[in-house]
């Protein structure tokens, strides 16, 4: 994902860059601590104190810590905070209007709060036509370390053909709480992806809703539709270059990955290509998005990885019940999340109503292509038809 520039540590999606290299001695020591402490435990487990003395003990006193890992902690907790707010404040400065060349609004939008399953506090952007009918709302989630805003002209594009668009920063992207780059679930996201939609639904009675997920956030839709109340709540998904079949480079590291996410789970990794994969044919489109300050470039972080690993491997395992109607997009040329596996989810989901299409030559970043319009065409066209099979089933039904 390199720009014009020589930028490195750029990241975007379920690459092979989310495997680590175990290069530096500090990270070889944490492992060898960690391998020791599990034996140890494993050995010599921690025997029971006598009820006595457990009756004897304040059930809610805590081991004292020192003064100086108190303010560490503290030191850390306020640098996140303050990181989140920034990136708060950026998101909320970007200008997501549209105005035509007479100088009229094109269409409506706002910004918002939502609070997730674990209340953190979630970036959520809006878009609505200025006037007209509204045929459906599409709810967007984006891909590993990049954010909503840049969604904008998808969005206007949507509004520009009577649909309404929501799109959701993940906790640790955009102006979402959390320290950047770091998702400490993807089923916390799953969560409140689905609670997103059902406060939609809620607030907009009667209109139908799809799910779009781009990489990461592709994994995360079929996944949410993979639950039958989330998936009773929708009339379809369009999948933009999903992240499945994703694996380590090596078989080591998906060894120790588990044990990794769990004694150092904020630790970044750098990767093994540092000049990272192209996920765009447009070279104005690259530069923009790692020009842009809300898109995380530092190295990925272990339990981030790991869970990616995890969910891609959960839905491998499960493509045959895959039910929900949906859309997939890739690009043949795609070097960072594997075309051949959306052929397979097309292939094996039990979906009744499912189409695949696939762009010869396209990159990773569909919507980002030269071609973006086009393709934003085909999603449009997509949902039109899926709201045209809906309208049949009523006529029947009446």
Same mark, same amino acid.
């Given at each position: 994902?390199?720009?014009?520039?020589?930028?490195?540590?750029?990241?975007?999606?379920? @690459?092979?860059? *989310? /495997?680590?290299?175990?290069?530096?001695?500090? !990270?070889?020591? *944490?492992? !060898?601590?960690?391998?020791?402490?599990?034996?140890?435990?494993?050995?010599? %487990?921690?025997?029971?104190?006598?009820?006595?003395?457990?009756?004897?003990?304040?059930?809610?006193?805590?081991?004292?810590?020192?003064?100086?890992?108190?303010?560490?902690?503290?030191?850390?907790?306020?640098?996140?905070?303050?990181?989140?707010?920034? $990136?708060?404040?950026?998101?909320?400065?970007?200008?997501?209007?549209?105005?035509?060349?007479?100088?009229?609004?094109?269409?409506?939008?706002?910004?918002?709060?939502? #609070?997730?399953?674990?209340?953190?506090?979630?970036?959520?952007?809006?878009? #609505?036509?200025?006037?007209?009918?509204?045929?459906? /709302?599409?709810?967007?989630?984006?891909?590993?370390?990049?954010?909503?805003?840049?969604?904008?002209?998808?969005?206007?594009?949507?509004?520009?053909?009577?649909?309404?668009?929501?799109?959701?920063?993940?906790?640790?992207?955009?102006?979402?709480?959390?320290?950047?780059?770091?998702? %400490?679930?993807?089923?916390?996201?799953?969560?409140?992806?689905?609670?997103?939609?059902?406060? !939609?639904? @809620?607030?907009?009675?009667?209109?139908?809703? +799809?799910?779009?997920?781009?990489?990461?956030?592709?994994?995360?839709?079929?996944?949410?539709? @993979?639950?039958?109340?989330?998936?009773?709540?929708?009339?379809? !998904?369009?999948?933009?270059? %999903?992240?499945?079949?994703?694996?380590?480079?090596?078989?080591?590291?998906?060894?120790?990955?588990?044990?990794?996410?769990?004694?150092?789970?904020?630790?970044?990794?750098?990767?093994?290509?540092?000049?990272? /994969?192209?996920?765009?044919?447009?070279?104005?489109?690259?530069?923009?998005?790692?020009?842009?300050?809300?898109?995380?470039?530092?190295?990925? $972080?272990?339990?981030?990885?790991?869970?990616?690993?995890?969910? @891609?491997?959960?839905?491998?395992?499960?493509?045959?019940?895959?039910?929900?109607?949906?859309?997939?997009?890739?690009?043949?040329?795609?070097?960072?999340?594997?075309?051949?596996?959306?052929?397979?989810?097309?292939?094996?989901?039990?979906?009744?109503?499912?189409?695949?299409?696939?762009?010869?030559?396209?990159?990773?970043?569909?919507? +980002?292509? %030269?071609?973006?319009?086009?393709?934003?065409?085909? /999603?449009?066209?997509?949902?039109?038809?899926?709201?045209?099979?809906?309208?049949?089933?009523?006529?029947?039904?009446?």
């Amino acid at each position: 994902m390199s720009t014009v520039g020589e930028m490195e540590q750029l990241t975007s999606g379920a @690459s092979n860059r *989310i /495997i680590p290299i175990l290069k530096t001695l500090r !990270i070889i020591l *944490i492992f !060898i601590q960690s391998i020791v402490l599990y034996l140890l435990l494993l050995l010599f %487990p921690r025997r029971r104190q006598p009820r006595t003395a457990v009756a004897a003990v304040d059930s809610t006193a805590e081991a004292p810590q020192s003064p100086a890992k108190t303010a560490r902690r503290r030191s850390v907790w306020v640098r996140e905070e303050e990181d989140t707010l920034r $990136r708060r404040a950026l998101a909320e400065g970007l200008d997501m209007g549209f105005e035509t060349g007479d100088g009229e609004i094109s269409c409506r939008w706002s910004t918002s709060l939502f #609070f997730g399953v674990r209340r953190n506090a979630l970036f959520c952007r809006s878009w #609505f036509p200025a006037t007209g009918e509204l045929r459906g /709302i599409l709810i967007i989630i984006h891909g590993l370390n990049e954010h909503s805003g840049r969604y904008a002209q998808f969005a206007k594009q949507l509004t520009s053909c009577h649909f309404g668009a929501y799109a959701m920063d993940w906790i640790g992207h955009g102006g979402s709480d959390g320290l950047h780059g770091y998702v %400490p679930s993807l089923d916390h996201v799953v969560a409140d992806t689905g609670a997103l939609l059902e406060k !939609i639904k @809620s607030e907009n009675p009667g209109v139908p809703c +799809f799910l779009f997920g781009h990489s990461t956030g592709g994994a995360v839709v079929l996944k949410a539709a @993979s639950y039958p109340h989330i998936e009773e709540m929708l009339e379809g !998904i369009v999948l933009t270059s %999903p992240a499945l079949r994703v694996k380590p480079t090596h078989p080591i590291v998906g060894a120790i990955a588990p044990l990794f996410s769990l004694v150092a789970p904020k630790l970044q990794f750098k990767g093994a290509n540092k000049r990272g /994969i192209p996920v765009s044919r447009d070279p104005a489109a690259l530069l923009a998005k790692y020009s842009d300050p809300l898109v995380y470039t530092g190295p990925i $972080r272990v339990r981030t990885g790991h869970e990616i690993l995890q969910i @891609s491997s959960f839905l491998m395992q499960n493509l045959k019940s895959v039910t929900v109607p949906f859309f997939v997009l890739h690009g043949t040329a795609d070097k960072v999340t594997d075309p051949l596996a959306s052929k397979d989810l097309y292939n094996e989901a039990a979906s009744k109503f499912k189409d695949i299409k696939l762009y010869e030559g396209f990159l990773h970043d569909l919507l +980002f292509e %030269p071609e973006h319009e086009e393709i934003g065409q085909d /999603i449009i066209d997509w949902m039109e038809k899926r709201l045209g099979a809906r309208a049949e089933r009523m006529d029947r039904l009446w």
